[in-house]
Structures are given as structure tokens and as C-alpha cells.
């Protein structure tokens, strides 16, 4: 996900891909393929894929998905979310958690990675978070500066 | 939050510390103060403490906030958090995200922190997570290690 697009290059991808939240309809547009670039992530049943999606929207501006739609194909070529933490600390502060951001292969190097959590972080920001933070890859620490993220601490993590 | 307890020092710590989800009544047992030992926390009125409560309690199991009180002195001695994250990824898979770990200054070294965080895993693998994550300093891997935890990746921060 390293980016070395030109000021021109993003000025046209400003047309090209079009950022807007997750819809039902994504499903079919090459959202689970998406997501298999990033995580194993079989494909979901259309049953499936609108249980959770209920699920989320339930949860209204406290989880987000946004997705950036290449205008050419329809198909989606990036993909992340963020959910709100509401903590009792810092006077019942809210923290977000910008999770599973992925841009497809074919898309790499053109700065969406890029729009897309500036988006991401755009949103916690106006929901009134006081930091958003995320776990990352050590390759992806050049990638998260970028964006405006400074490294802080340790992820750990216990699997079952 | 080192530990270096003895069989005996968890036995006793057993029957002094009753480890129980949050309660309204816990603002006046120390809550607030306790926090301030992790992060700023200024008193909170009753009113925000009900309010965020109440908020909490409508996502159900889905976030989980454990408290540990003195049998003594009826003060709490330690607290943390679990929220639970639903993704698409991993068959729209969920990731429990421990959160706000503290265990009071005068009460470290007898193992309650491990017993409060292996609650809060417990808590996440019955909720069908197959992960918990958290994030801390470099200087909290052993504590986590020891309860279970391996270290993954980076976490990066964006404050505003």
C-alpha cells in the first residue's frame, strides 16, 4: 500500500473512484474479494452479508464502512471501516478504531489507500472522537505517517 | 501492574476482590479516581456516569465493563473493559477489543489485574470472538504475555 501518486495522478482519481459508505448492493460489486486481499474472508452469503450489514447500520454513525467504487467497472477497489468506543475516561471521551482498510491490487499507488482514511478519520473527528487510532504492520507505519498517525504503543493480541 | 503473587496470595485475593460488571453505584465507590491512575479522568456528575452507562448497557454483551471491589473497604480496586467488534471479515467474524485496564496503585503485585483481563477474555470467547486485541506500552508485554497475550503489531495514533 505504498503511495507515490502525482498531485495530477489524484486529481484524476478524484473522478475515477468514488468514496461512499458500504451498500447492500456492494455484495455483488467484489466486496468479499476485497476483503480476501486482507484476511481470509470466504465469500458471504447474501443472507449473511445483510444480517451484519443490519447489524452495523443499527449502530448508526458509531461503526462505519466506506468503499471507493471504481466509475469505470462498478467494482469496488478499496475498502475500511471505523467503529466509536465510548469510554468513561477523559470525561466520557469517544475514541475511534479505524479497522480492515484494504485497497485492491490492481489499485495500489494512486493515494485511495490514502482518501480513504483521511475519510475514515474525517468522520471519528466529526462524531467528536479525541483520537482515532489503529493497529498496523510495521511495513505500514511510512503508509499511516502519511495519513497523520504517529506510532504509540503495543498490539497484542490472543487468539482462541 | 507487575505480579509476582504466590498460589496463596490469589487464594486470599479470591475472597477479598469480588470481580462483577459495572454498576451505578460504583461512582461513588472510587470509580473516577481509579481512572485517573490510567489516563485524565476528572470526576464525572452523576448524570454523565448515567448517561454513558445507560448507553453501555444498550450494546448487551457487546461491551463489558468489569469492576473489582474490596470486600473491606467496599472501594473499587480495579477495572477494565471488552468491546466486542462486528467485521465482515473471517465470515463476518467478531474481535474483542480489551480496553482501560487499571488496577489501583495500593493493590498491585496479587495477580488481580491477570484475573481481571482473563474475565474479560473469557467474556469475548463466550461472545464467539476469535480474537481479543488490545494495545500498551512496551513496558505492560510481560503482564499481557502472562495473561495469555502475544505480540503482533504496531499500534499508531491520530490526536486531535
Redesign the interface.
Known amino acids: 500500500m505504498e503511495h507515490s501518486h502525482t498531485p495530477a495522478a489524484a486529481e484524476a482519481d478524484g473522478d475515477a473512484y468514488r468514496i461512499r459508505p458500504l451498500q447492500l448492493a456492494d455484495l455483488s460489486k467484489g466486496?468479499?474479494d476485497l476483503?480476501a486481499q486482507?484476511?481470509?474472508?470466504?465469500p458471504?452469503t447474501e443472507d449473511?452479508?445483510r444480517?451484519?450489514f443490519a447489524?452495523?447500520a443499527a449502530l448508526g454513525a458509531d461503526?462505519l464502512?466506506l468503499v471507493a467504487e471504481d466509475a469505470a467497472t462498478g467494482q469496488l477497489a478499496a475498502a475500511g471501516?471505523v467503529?466509536v468506543?465510548?469510554?468513561?475516561?477523559?470525561?466520557?471521551g469517544l475514541v475511534g478504531?479505524v479497522?480492515?482498510v484494504v485497497v485492491g491490487a490492481a489499485t495500489r499507488g494512486r493515494g485511495l489507500g490514502e482518501r480513504l482514511v483521511r475519510r475514515l478519520?474525517e468522520h471519528a473527528?466529526g462524531r467528536g472522537?479525541?483520537?482515532?487510532?489503529?493497529?498496523?504492520?510495521?511495513e505500514l507505519?511510512g503508509f499511516?505517517?502519511k495519513?497523520?498517525?504517529?506510532?504509540?504503543?503495543?498490539?497484542?493480541?490472543?487468539?482462541?
Chains 1, 2 share one sequence.
Open positions: 466486496f468479499c476483503l486482507l484476511s481470509p474472508s470466504p458471504l449473511a452479508f444480517a451484519r447489524e452495523l461503526h464502512v471501516a467503529l468506543e465510548r469510554k468513561f475516561i477523559r470525561r466520557c478504531h479497522e480492515d478519520v473527528k472522537c479525541y483520537k482515532v487510532i489503529l493497529n498496523c504492520t510495521p507505519r499511516y505517517a495519513c497523520g498517525f504517529v506510532e504509540k504503543n503495543v498490539q497484542m493480541g490472543l487468539y482462541f
